[in-house]
């Protein structure tokens, strides 16, 4: 919590307002199937949750900072903004028909993974989808710092990073049936580390059943 305050304190909307290339794909995969309700767990300043409701979605967002929610609420006055760790979902009784999750499963521990994935599930309608983002093990950023768990490093104080393979991230989500999984290239310019590409792995995927 602290972490992402001061970031964003300091640095304001520091990927600027637009979606992500990421955002953008999902949504191409989204308006294939029955989807008009969305939940956004880690949604930042609202960029994302902003591009979903500006598509017509109902768009609930799950925000730990409270600076981020701050600046969300200016840039996004549709969709419904949630203080709190992804780690205490649910926050409320309502299902929903996809999760999208950008860039933040890799920055939590191995249990902390399954368990989040686990509250995704449950608050899924069966036949319903999740599409997350995380980094990859082809991140020039890959091996760098204190090794901390298998892939896991962490090259800022409390700040772990945990890379995916293909087949670990199959194995995280287990539960559900695999979509589609696959690399986006995502450039970014954030001032402190200057222009730079991220190599994404993303997996789409549908719950079949509860569990």
């Given amino acids: 919590m602290e972490y992402w305050n001061n970031r964003f304190s300091e640095k304001g909307k520091i990927w600027g307002t637009e979606p992500s290339k990421t955002a953008i794909y999902a949504l191409k995969l989204f308006k294939k199937y ?5 939940l956004i ?9 902003n591009f979903f409701s500006a598509n017509n979605y109902e768009v ?9 929610v701050s600046l969300a ?11 709190g760790s992804v780690l205490d ?7 929903y ?5 950008y860039n933040l499963l890799h ?3 191995e249990k902390q993974r399954i368990l989040f994935i686990k509250k995704c599930h449950k608050q899924l309608r069966v036949k319903g989808f999740a599409f997350f983002s995380v980094f990859s093990e082809l991140e020039d950023s890959f091996g760098k710092g204190v090794q901390i768990e298998e892939n896991t490093f962490e090259s800022k104080p409390y700040r772990p990073t945990h890379y995916f393979t293909e087949r670990d991230l199959f194995l995280h989500f287990h539960a559900f049936s695999v979509i589609e999984t696959g690399i986006i290239e995502e450039k970014e310019n954030h001032g402190d580390l200057g222009p730079h590409t991220h190599r994404l792995r993303y997996i789409f995927v549908k719950k079949e059943q509860k569990v």
């Avoid at 029955?34 to 969305?38: A, S």
């Avoid at 767990?41 to 949750?49: K, L, N």
């Avoid at 609420?73 to 203080?83: A, M, R, T, Y």
């Fill in 60 to 68: 609930t967002g799950i925000e730990i900072s409270e600076k981020g």
């Fill in 89 to 95: 979902m649910p926050f409320n009784d309502e299902i």
């Fill in 73 to 83: 609420k200016d840039l996004d006055s549709k969709s419904k903004l949630i203080l």
């Fill in 34 to 38: 029955e989807i008009t309700k969305i």
């Fill in 107 to 109: 920055l939590l521990l």
């Fill in 41 to 49: 767990p880690g949604a930042g300043y609202g960029r994302h949750t």
């Fill in 97 to 101: 028909d996809a999760v999208f999750c």
